[in-house]
């Protein structure tokens, strides 16, 4: 086997240092995002009466991000079932808040909203689309990428 000098393995950790330092500075924005500690996600599924999961994604899309944005409900995503006896029929998605009063204040406004009440009565002309909501607000834990 044959060995590195030593000067020659001071300047390869100190490159390997250095690499490392500057790929841990190229990290997401999420990860920089971790200073906020009252930040609450809330995770929500919706359970639409049948037949009305486009009519909810058509809602969604065309007025309910909108306002969510206007009342500082911050969008992180949105998903349905790949499979499953629920696949037709479920809209999960995953909104933030900056703390769980805000979020009080913020469904608040965003339920009191005009254009909110008639875009809702808008979209249950022919029926109510969902039958059941699930809401359950998530702490981050402490090295969680999303802060």
């Given at each position: 086997m044959k060995w590195i000098k030593p000067a020659v393995a001071v300047v390869?950790?100190?490159?390997?240092f250095a690499l490392?330092?500057?790929?841990?500075?190229?990290?997401?924005?999420?990860?920089?995002?971790?200073?906020?500690?009252?930040?609450?996600?809330?995770?929500?599924t919706?359970?639409?009466?049948?037949?009305?999961?486009?009519?909810l994604h058509d809602r969604f899309n065309n007025?309910?991000?909108?306002?969510?944005?206007?009342?500082?409900?911050?969008?992180?995503?949105y998903w349905t079932p790949a499979d499953g006896?629920?696949?037709?029929?479920?809209?999960?998605?995953?909104?933030?808040?900056?703390?769980r009063e805000a979020a009080r204040a913020n469904w608040?406004?965003?339920i009191s909203d005009p254009d909110w009440k008639a875009a809702y009565a808008?979209?249950?002309k022919d029926g109510k689309l969902v039958k059941k909501i699930d809401s359950t607000y998530l702490n981050p834990t402490d090295y969680s990428p999303l802060r």
């Open positions: 390869l950790m100190g490159g390997m490392g330092m500057m790929s841990g500075m190229q990290m997401p924005d999420a990860v920089a995002a971790q200073a906020d500690t009252e930040r609450v996600y809330e995770l929500r919706y359970y639409t009466n049948d037949g009305k999961l486009d009519a007025h309910t991000n909108q306002l969510f944005v206007r009342h500082n409900i911050t969008l992180i995503g006896d629920d696949a037709d029929n479920t809209l999960t998605y995953l909104v933030a808040h900056d703390s608040m406004a965003f808008e979209s249950i």
